[in-house]
T-cell receptor
Framework: DADVTQTPRNRITKTGKRIMLECSQT?????MYWYRQDPGLGLRLIYY???????NKGEISDGYSVSRQAQAKFSLSLESAIPNQTALYFC??????????????FGPGTRLTVL | KQEVTQIPAALSVPEGENLVLNCSFT??????LQWFRQDPGKGLTSLLL?????REQTSGRLNASLDKSSGRSTLYIAASQPGDSATYLC?????????FGTGTRLQVFP
């Protein structure tokens, strides 16, 4: 079984709809992240969380919100989807090891299309 | 603005060639650097992580180097195979965030 799972894997929706993307992990990591990937732009950080009560904005948080329901779950919401939010969304987890290495592990991605 | 640049954007080579993918970063605060592989429609697979105290890491046919003074990292792939075809992303760690490059799309043909 995958350590980092995302649901749904694909979603097509209409402008103005509320959408929630979910991420679950079995790695026991404290840190979780949401990224979006657009052609030619690489991955950009939307939000991240270092603990259940910790939420931080990333580079492109406008139009998005998140919820860290438990250590293992981190959800991304689009309150009112718009077409330029069409992208591939990735969840990632990490933990800082004793040697202070912080390696991120990625989920399989959710392809979101907003019409 | 922090930037991570990857050159070339795309590369097509015959099987068996040794090749080098380049990654450069402008932010001297980047301390660790990670190389990922992404297959079409799939997630990211971590290939190599180079910590700031290291100069290179090796895994099988892959070797990654890091030169913080010049803001450069290279990924060397020896004896390339068609199964190496994918997009390769480098990402630098700055404080608690990963800054990604835009990737190099590699095609290895038989």
């Amino acid at each position: 079984d995958a350590d980092v799972t995302q649901t749904p894997r694909n979603r097509i929706t209409k402008t103005g709809k509320r959408i929630m993307l979910e991420c679950s992990q079995t790695k026991g990591h404290d840190r979780m992240y949401w990224y979006r990937q657009d052609p030619g732009l690489g991955l950009r950080l939307i939000y991240y969380s270092f603990d259940v009560k910790d939420i931080n904005k990333g580079e492109i948080s406008d139009g998005y919100s998140v919820s860290r329901q438990a250590q293992a779950k981190f959800s991304l919401s689009l309150e009112s989807a718009i077409p330029n939010q069409t992208a591939l969304y990735f969840c990632a987890t990490s933990v800082v090891t004793q040697d202070e290495t912080d390696t991120q592990y990625f989920g399989p991605g959710t392809r979101l299309t907003v019409l | 603005k922090q930037e991570v640049t990857q050159i070339p954007a795309a590369l097509s080579v015959p099987e068996g060639e040794n090749l080098v993918l380049n990654c450069s970063f402008t932010d001297s605060a980047i301390y660790n650097l990670q190389w990922f592989r992404q297959d079409p429609g799939k997630g990211l697979t971590s290939l190599l992580l180079i910590q700031s105290s290291q100069r290179e890491q090796t895994s099988g046919r892959l070797n990654a180097s890091l030169d913080k003074s010049s803001g450069r990292s290279t990924l060397y792939i020896a004896a390339s195979q068609p199964g190496d075809s994918a997009t390769y992303l480098c990402a630098g760690y700055n404080t608690d965030k990963l800054i990604f490059g835009t990737g190099t799309r590699l095609q290895v043909f038989p």
